[in-house]
């Protein structure tokens, strides 16, 4: 009995990284308005028919807080990443020297700062959400090992505080994440 509750801990534990790690991602494309390397991964380039991330045919890379670089492994590919970069919808123009593509990143706007702070609470309240999804299915699958109800009792105490310490860190990813974005 007590493997079986192991692994269901373990298996909350590993789910929860998860989800953390997955915000974590989110957080990153949320442009705070410095350049990022990383406000570019989810670019795909149309790469010899076949979908690839930019971040696999060419060096990206910042000059300064307000300018991000692609130096593209082959040249023939700077007009397929400018138009990459263009319908990825992420409100940059970028232009190119022949040599490499150049976006700058405008800075952003109060209004637009608020936006993407309200955008981010949003990332943070799905991520929460996601969380109390993995403490039911974990409280569910300790009903069906049919465990005393003192054991089943203090498993449900030890579940609920995995998700206070993850909710915690949700927290905390969101208000370091609304503080970089409002900062200016």
């Known amino acids: 009995m007590q493997e079986e509750i192991q692994f269901l801990l373990d298996s909350l534990t590993e789910s929860m990284n998860n989800t953390i790690a997955h ?22 380039v149309d790469y010899y028919g076949s979908q690839t991330p930019l971040n696999q045919v060419a060096n990206v890379g910042t000059l300064d807080a307000h300018t991000i670089t692609i130096q593209p492994w082959e040249k023939s590919l700077i007009n397929e990443i400018e138009s990459a970069i263009r319908n990825a919808d992420l409100g940059f123009n970028p232009t190119n ?16 700062r608020a936006e993407l702070a309200k955008h981010a609470k949003s990332v ?39 998700i206070d310490k993850y909710g915690k860190t949700v927290d905390e990813l969101y208000v370091d994440k609304e503080k970089e974005i409002m900062t200016v």
């Open 23 to 44: 915000l974590e991602n989110e957080f990153r494309s949320i442009r705070a308005g410095k350049a990022n390397p990383s406000m570019l991964s989810a670019v795909t």
């Open 97 to 112: 020297n022949g040599e490499s593509v150049i976006i700058n990143v405008p800075i952003l706007t109060e209004e637009r």
């Open 124 to 162: 943070a309240e799905d991520a929460k959400i996601s969380l109390r999804n993995d403490r039911r299915e974990a409280l569910h699958e300790l009903k069906k090992l049919e465990a005393s109800e003192d054991l089943e009792k203090n498993v449900e105490i030890d579940i609920q505080e995995i």
